[in-house]
């Protein structure tokens, strides 16, 4: 079955750098999530959107955006990296029909240097 | 506000034997889903096994049973039989259960990591 791709898996900016993660979600997922894990910590809700709109807003700063597009993908833009924005990226994908679960992406390592 | 508390910050078991990991919540919404997840050093979140607030009967998986005491507000992880694959941090987490609509996020406890011994 198909799962949730996330792209890069691994990067590495410098310090002031822009930074872009991207998420394919499962096929007829209308709903998206993005998740900070830093080292040691728990995921940390940033932002979702359901049918393409931004459905709910967390923790995410104002140098990070974020859309999902017409064929459902989204993407994460980072701007002016900082070292504590070294984290694992979760996409997570989800139907508002049936299923319950979030189905995680393998997620997007971002190292700052 | 929601809250996840997971208690346990580290477990050792013996391979074999059973092992409970304890997750208490806190939250104001009526319809909500409690949710453990595993992630292993690689880093992948593993879904394991999910309860409805409204579920009657304790939720298994194979191996993994959820302890639902709705009163308490707890739902505690149990593995049977642990196996040295097992050995990896697990995660308690819940979120608003909204039918029909958008779903909402997920809020996670800090984590307990387990370790199996041969």
């Known amino acids: 079955a198909a799962g949730v791709i996330q792209s890069p898996r691994h990067l590495i900016k410098e310090k002031r750098e822009t930074a872009t993660l991207k998420c394919y979600p499962i096929p007829r997922h209308d709903t998206v999530y993005w998740y900070q894990q830093g080292p040691g910590q728990d995921p940390q809700f940033l932002i979702s959107f359901y049918e393409k709109m931004q459905s709910d807003k967390g923790s995410i700063p104002d140098r990070f955006s974020a859309q999902q597009f017409s064929d459902y993908h989204s993407e994460l833009n980072m701007s002016s990296l900082e070292l504590g924005d070294s984290a694992l990226y979760f996409c997570?994908?989800?139907?508002?029909?049936?299923?319950?679960?979030?189905?995680f992406g393998p997620g997007t390592r971002l190292t700052v240097t | 506000a929601q809250k996840i508390t997971q208690t346990q910050p580290g477990m050792f078991v013996q391979e074999k034997e059973a092992v409970t990991l304890d997750c208490t919540y806190d939250?104001?919404?009526?319809?909500?889903?409690l949710f453990w997840y595993k992630q292993p050093s690689s880093g992948e979140m593993i879904f394991l096994i999910y309860?409805?607030?409204?579920?009657?009967q304790n939720a298994t998986e194979g191996r993994y049973s959820l302890n639902f005491q709705k009163a308490r507000k707890s739902a505690n992880l149990v593995i049977s039989a642990s196996q040295l694959g097992d050995s990896a941090m697990y995660f308690c987490?819940?979120?608003?259960?909204?039918?029909?609509?958008?779903?909402?996020?997920?809020?996670f406890g800090k984590g307990t990591k387990l370790s199996v011994k041969p």
């Open positions: 997570a994908s989800s139907s508002d029909i049936g299923s319950y679960e979030q189905y």
């Open positions: 309860q409805g607030s409204y579920d009657e």
């Open positions: 987490a819940m979120r608003p259960m909204n039918y029909g609509g958008s779903q909402g996020n997920l809020i």
């Open positions: 939250t104001s919404d009526q319809s909500y889903g």
